[in-house]
């Protein structure tokens, strides 16, 4: 029988640039095999508030629970930069993650970190990597965006990217919102079918040694 990793593209986006490219994510996973869900954290910030922000509120995915983690073999976390780290309201689902710590619920489980940030220099390696630190300490194996993407090498356009994972710049540099570019959500794509692919082989090491 074939084994088709189960793939958790897990976002949380305020105006829409980290959920575009959690669709990228996720249909990259899907292309690569796996079966591959879209969810997203809760809202913390009041309706009223989020409103007058003009934040994007209704969003197809539907929200997760914390729980539901554990029912993943590899899990794709989308967040935007605030200050260099990642949204509170991602940070606030995975400060609920305790009883999941707890009994080692995710160790072993490929763990994978994406972007946003509202400039070129806002913040996003500082993002994906202090979002890494959390995944460790759940015990989740780290792939990332490796140099075989060749979009990251680009230099003939501002793009998003690195071997960290895989990310969009926000404001156009006029204040202006800029759409993830086709760089940038091939680069997503590329990370969902790298992850995807990753953890089959892993799934598939796992079997080969109960076997034996």
């Not at 309706?47 to 934040?55: E, F, K, N, T």
């Not at 086709?182 to 969902?192: D, I, T, Y």
């Amino acid at each position: 029988m074939p084994i088709r990793p189960r793939v958790l593209v897990l976002y949380y986006s305020s105006y829409g640039h980290v959920e575009t490219l959690a669709q990228a994510v996720r249909d990259g996973a899907r292309e690569a095999g796996a079966q591959a869900d879209l969810k997203r954290v809760p809202e913390l910030v009041p309706p009223s508030v989020a409103q007058r922000a003009g934040y994007r509120l209704e969003q197809a995915a539907p929200v997760a629970r914390v729980e539901e983690l554990a029912d993943y073999d590899a899990i794709l976390f989308g967040t935007p930069t605030r200050f260099g780290t990642m949204a509170a309201q991602m940070k606030n689902f995975l400060d609920q993650a305790g009883g999941l710590w707890a009994r080692d619920a995710l160790v072993g489980k490929v763990g994978s970190v994406f972007t946003s940030t509202g400039s070129q220099h806002g913040g996003q390696e500082a993002t994906l990597l202090t979002t890494h630190v959390v995944l460790l300490h759940l015990g989740m194996l780290l792939v990332g965006l490796p140099y075989t993407f060749k979009g990251q090498n680009r230099m003939d356009e501002v793009t998003g990217g690195s071997p960290y994972g895989a990310s969009t710049i926000a404001d156009d540099g006029e204040g202006g919102n800029r759409l993830p570019s086709p760089n940038e959500l091939e680069g997503a794509r590329f990370q969902g079918a790298h992850v995807a692919r990753v953890t089959h082989d892993l799934l598939l090491g796992r079997l080969r040694r109960e076997a034996a």
